[in-house]
């Protein structure tokens, strides 16, 4: 696809401000994400990753705290010059989130149904039943018995379930595009594998874009058509997934893909990545 | 049964059953059985795998060994002895053996104690006798062992990264000179390069040590990385057991071949 980009990022920084010191987050990060296409965000804790893509959406403390510098364009709107009502329109609307710990993102005193219809009665006022809309969501995320699961709080479910729930709760909006931060990595490989096949088929269907936040290199190997890796707040390295996988530039890069143990391939011992850091 | 090493710990037909909770009718539900009935054997300086999806009773099996789940049939041979039907003074002893490492770093630290509080506290329990300032330097050589700066002894675990709160907790089970330490998921929580770093020293201390693991974790590769025997375990009973190249190879048991078909290849 040579169309033009879904979103578009342009030296997008993040700094935050507690008790006169400043902190960069991240800095000068670009990136353009298309229709349909997935782009994984690799790095370790602390890499900016996360913050970078809850800039987009200025889910982020504001000023003083928090400074966010550059440009994000969606669809030639620059979200970051937009004010609080006109953002707030495009979250979960056209820029979705799957946090991490389905645990603790979701609302345990509200039923799962209803934390489903809250999003649908906030962007959709078109719809007019709203609990019709809550089980197609849950359906759609191959839930089997979405009447009773609607009914259930948070924790009366398994984690890949909540998961599910949130997944749901994320598309009930039919949002452009999705950010998905670590969305598996709290769970199962069985699990794990489960909820990246819903995802890949989602995007098939709906042609939906995945901003996938991850430090798993399998993850990305599978599932990504590009590839950001990020430390200490910075792009080191981009590329399609199979190139940057395959053919590695950065020492920084070539270490986290080292220093996997991966199946069938036993060694004596894992590479750290200050070892292969210190190589170059 | 070809020639078996000499086993540390032997488990016999191991189970814990939950009670189920009574209704309002009286009417008590089926008991959970988190482990149910399984046999394996640690031999001496080895490391044994243990992998299983969540509720799958690997942890379960992990706490029951050091009484911190309560047992319903079976035994724990250590070295001979059945240690699983002990009670708590009369089975101090076996702590000291016996100790855990727990997956989450952030939760297994007392907060408000420092890192000299927290390793000295099994020292006291254990090694009574030991004076102050030999306690003190005991705690140097376990982080000079663990591979942190003996400065860090006055810090208290916020101050930490993951990774070092992990080399904490290593520390401190390595504290009262243990044989053999069960590793509950020790390296799920970090990121892949401190994982690396993690597992490369529990590695080097087992060497050095002479120390005999049971590392439980739902990682394959990981697992299979440490292991010279693995245990596949699937509600609550064991379905598969072998060496590493066998499980991984030419798996047998349906679910097995699940866990292996889930991994992510590349």
Redesign the interface.
Known sequence: MSAAPLLKVQDLGVTFRSSGKETMASANVSFELRQGEVLAVVG??GSGKSVSALALTRLLPGEPTCTITGQAWLDGRDLLSLDETEISKVRGKEIAYVFQDPGTSLNPVYTIGFQIGEAVRIHRHEVTDVDAAVIKALEEVHINDPRKVANQYPHEL??GMQQRAMIAMALACNPRILVADEPTTAL??????EI?DLLGRLRKERGMSILMIT????????FADHVQVMRHGRVVESGTAEHV?NHPTDPYTK??IA??????Q??R??????EELSKS | MSTVPTALLEIRDLSVHYPGRANWFFQTAEPKRAVDGIAFTIPKGQTVGLVG???SGKSTTGKAIIKLAPLTSGQILYQGTDIGRLGNADFLPWRKKIQMIFQDPYNSLNPRADILGILSEPLEIHFPGMSKSDREQRCVELLRDVKLPPEHLRRHPHEF??GQRQRIGIARALAVQPELIICDEPVSAL???????V??LL?DLQEKLGLTYLFIA?????V??VSDHILVMSKGKIVEQGV?SEI??NPQHPYTK?????????
Do not use: W
């Open positions: 370790e804790s398994s984690g199962d490989v069985t699990i794990q594998k990246m430090h798993n290199f399998g993850i990305v190997a599978n996988m270490g986290l220093c996997i143990p991966r199946l069938g036993r060694r011992r894992l590479t750290t990545l200050s | 999806e969540s509720g990264s993951g990121d892949v390069s401190v994982q690396a770093e597992v490369n590695q739902h990682d394959l590769a990981v299979e990385h590493p991984l190879g699940t866990l292996l078909a889930a991994v992510p290849r590349f």
